[in-house]
């Protein structure tokens, strides 16, 4: 018999949280944006901030779609495991069933 043990709702709760990641990386443009030169007070950190948008725009979308990925993975391993137990107790509960009756007429 297999040590194997998965807790399917510990898994669910963390595909819903990489559904929330991921819609937070969807929902929001760019973070670095609504502050002003005068708010950050520094062309340089204006320039960083710049720099970093364009990054962020750039590898947005990838992360995005890897977190969404990974979010549907252990959703489906969740339901997949789930299935797996209910499977393997209704084929006991029948092997039980089969015990309990005896041995057939020989």
């Known amino acids: 018999m297999s040590d194997l043990k998965a807790d399917t709702q510990r898994i669910r709760e963390c595909s819903r949280a990489?559904?929330?990641?991921?819609?937070?990386?969807?929902?929001?443009?760019?973070?670095?944006?609504d502050f002003s030169p005068a708010e950050l007070g520094n062309q340089r950190i204006v320039d960083a901030f710049d720099e970093f948008a364009s990054n962020w725009k750039i590898h947005r979308k990838d992360l995005a779609e890897q977190i969404e990925t990974l979010?549907?993975?252990?959703?489906?391993?969740?339901?997949?495991?789930?299935?797996?137990?209910?499977?393997?107790?209704?084929?006991?509960?029948?092997?039980?069933?089969k015990t309990e009756q005896g041995p057939g007429p020989s």
């Open 18 to 33: 990489l559904q929330r990641i991921y819609h937070s990386f969807t929902d929001r443009a760019n973070p670095a944006e």
């Open 71 to 97: 979010g549907t993975i252990t959703w489906e391993a969740a339901k997949s495991y789930d299935a797996i137990d209910a499977e393997l107790a209704a084929a006991l509960r029948r092997q039980d069933a």
